[in-house]
DNA sequence: ACACAATCTTGACACCGTTAAGATTGTAAC
DNA sequence: GTTACAATCTTAACGGTGTCAAGATTGTGT
């Protein structure tokens, strides 16, 4: 691992953080391989060892957000005791809104593309669906189950969970979006709002 | 306005025209001054004749789009006779996702950027809101009125109104978003279902 | 007829993603 | 230890991008 000369030891490692700097330093759009590759200290075309395409690295650094994302999202619940309070669903919510709020570079990179599988459906195959939005789902179903919610409506709840707080950190990442009040304390009324 | 030697006599109206197709074509990603100039027959520096940079164009393109929006919101509620109705309010978020499910490349385009202002408090500057947001504060505001609704409730369900449509219309336009169900018929029930 | 401002072209620059060819290095087999 | 091989990295080049400077063309008003 001496002074590094030609190997690096630990490239595609680097290079995911370095990406995840850039977007955090000047934004998703000026992520560019050629950039990332000089963060580290290689060549343009370094990279390319590693990873496919820029997509391809796109792709990785959005893993290694959501991995960051799922971990906030299970630690806001980890300290119920009662897995059936439908307050749970409202704790996840609204660390869902304030981890964008908090990471608003985050939002249009996580959310850019096409690159991850949604299934809406309560069933169908989920073994690669988002991991967020499976984590809602798995929590929901067994809350709105002891409420005596008929499957059809429960589907229609879960959906629009998502939406409400999935569209609240979209809108309250926007730029020039005015607020004059706190959103982390905020965001429960809002959500409650329904 | 002959056979169009140097003066194009509409290139600014014509670019962003141009800019509409490609962006339906290929995508918000697929973008550029140079194929909308060819398209229009022009070189590549013609349209800083009319517009400082890409980004200016696009803004002026976003207008263009967020016009025939509008127009399409406020369609949906014009056949409404009871003003005060909240089940406008229904239809101008049902209109407001099938947009955006009938064209899936603006919503990328649309909020992709930051240049549109917007106020979501009930007090403060809309003079420059954001259209559409700024239509449902408009029209919400007398309807939840006269059910009683307190100014700060109404604030917050103003707000949790916008941002479960504008969710759901993320969420419907994603790529790989599979939904067994026909949108049209369902929007409203996922809506209702707050 | 002239002057001027608006409009458009040509040519260049830096940056980008990507690829081909080849150089360097770690590793495993002999 | 030497040798072969695969992994890793570099250099050089290609076409595409936004942008700017210089100058050519054209409409318009004096």
Redesign the pocket.
């Known amino acids: 691992m001496?002074n590094r000369?030609?190997?690096?030891?630990d490239?595609?490692n680097s290079l995911i953080e370095a990406g995840i700097e850039l977007i955090n330093r000047e934004g998703t759009s000026?992520?560019?391989?050629?950039?990332v590759?000089a963060l580290c200290?290689?060549?343009?075309?370094?990279?390319?060892?590693?990873f496919?395409?820029?997509?391809d690295l796109q792709d990785a650094i959005r893993d290694y957000v959501i991995v960051q994302f799922m971990e906030v999202l299970e630690n806001s619940i980890k300290d119920c005791t009662d897995q059936n309070n439908p307050r749970l669903l409202i704790q996840m919510g609204k660390n869902y809104v304030m981890f964008f709020i908090k990471n608003p570079q985050y939002f249009p990179f996580v959310f850019s593309q096409q690159c991850m599988e949604v299934n809406l459906s309560l069933d169908g195959d989920d073994t690669r669906n988002f991991p967020p939005f499976q984590l809602l789902k798995t929590k929901a179903v067994p809350i709105l189950s002891k409420l005596g919610m008929s499957k059809e409506k429960m589907e229609d709840a879960i959906i629009s969970m998502w939406a409400t707080v999935h569209g609240l950190a979209s809108i309250a990442t926007m730029k020039n979006v005015h607020y004059n009040k706190d959103w982390e304390t905020k965001i429960e009324d809002i959500i409650w709002n329904k």
């Open positions: 001496q000369q030609y190997h690096h030891g490239l595609r000026q992520l560019s391989l050629r950039k590759a200290g290689v060549s343009q075309a370094a990279p390319y060892s590693h496919q395409s820029k997509e």
